[in-house]
């Protein structure tokens, strides 16, 4: 009750000041993992932008679709992104139908609606944290460690006929655009730091050793 009189009484106070009332409910961890998914989410409408421009051929697939299009419909989805032109498949479901020699679909989409859906996995498909919500480090390090595993399929993996699925860095042999890698490296970087964030919260060890050898997606421990 001494609580619920402390907030009312903070009310006034919070309005003249600017602070958001939600965020009361909010522990420091909370208000960092909110700007981590909010990158996140701006990561992935980044890297939707930049493979449809290099790999516009699959943007066609889709009479009259644009880039915006598919951005409106990752914007509108705000919790998981269950699709059926992709037969509701998410995460590494949906991921490893962009590399599937047999998808006539748009692997762009089903790349970016894997990824994104795979973060928002890790966040417990949750738009910003509060205090009775918990992070799970082991989940946020596998989904590091599966973006890692994507950018080695989008260098490496390739159809029957020897060409990429899809282009990014490289082009007819040439390493010509490295900025996929520093943005991939980017959405890395935030999910092993938000790993080791709420393991020093929960006073839990994040050690981060599952080291991809089979190079494969690895579903999250959740």
């Given at each position: 009750?001494?609580?619920?009189?402390?907030?009312?009484?903070?009310?006034?106070?919070?309005?003249?000041?600017?602070?958001?009332?939600?965020?009361l409910a909010k522990s420091d961890v909370d208000l960092v993992a909110d700007e981590f998914i909010d990158e996140t989410r701006a990561a992935?409408?980044?890297?939707?932008?930049?493979?449809?421009?290099?790999?516009?051929?699959?943007?066609?697939?889709?009479?009259?679709?644009?880039?915006?299009?598919?951005?409106?419909?990752?914007?509108?989805?705000?919790?998981?992104?269950?699709?059926?032109?992709?037969?509701?498949?998410?995460g590494i479901d949906a991921m490893n139908l962009a590399f599937d020699p047999q998808y006539k679909g748009d692997r762009v989409f089903a790349?970016?609606?894997?990824?994104?859906?795979?973060?928002r996995e890790a966040y417990s498909f949750k738009t910003e944290m509060f205090i009775h919500n918990q992070l799970q480090p082991e989940v946020?390090?596998?989904?590091?460690?599966?973006?890692?595993?994507?950018?080695?399929?989008?260098?490496?993996?390739?159809?029957?006929?020897?060409?990429?699925?899809?282009?990014?860095?490289?082009?007819?042999?040439?390493?010509?655009?490295?900025?996929?890698?520093?943005?991939?490296?980017?959405?890395?970087?935030?999910?092993?730091?938000?790993?080791?964030?709420?393991?020093?919260?929960?006073?839990?060890?994040?050690?981060?050793?599952?080291?991809?050898?089979?190079?494969?997606?690895?579903?999250?421990?959740?």
């Open positions: 009750m001494r609580t619920l009189f402390f907030l009312l009484a903070l009310l006034p106070l919070v309005a003249c000041s600017g602070y958001e009332i939600k965020n992935v409408r980044m890297l939707t932008v930049k493979l449809y421009l290099r790999n516009p051929a699959e943007l066609r697939k889709i009479p009259g679709m644009t880039i915006e299009g598919r951005l409106a419909q990752l914007r509108v989805h705000r919790h998981q992104l269950d699709f059926p032109e992709l037969q509701g498949l998410q790349l970016v609606i894997g990824l994104g859906s795979m973060l946020l390090n596998t989904s590091a460690e599966n973006v890692e595993v994507l950018l080695w399929k989008l260098k490496n993996a390739r159809k029957p006929n020897g060409e990429h699925y899809l282009i990014t860095h490289e082009y007819q042999g040439v390493v010509d655009n490295l900025s996929f890698e520093r943005l991939f490296g980017e959405l890395i970087i935030l999910q092993k730091m938000m790993a080791r964030i709420a393991g020093d919260s929960s006073d839990r060890a994040v050690t981060g050793a599952v080291h991809v050898v089979s190079r494969v997606f690895i579903p999250l421990p959740i």
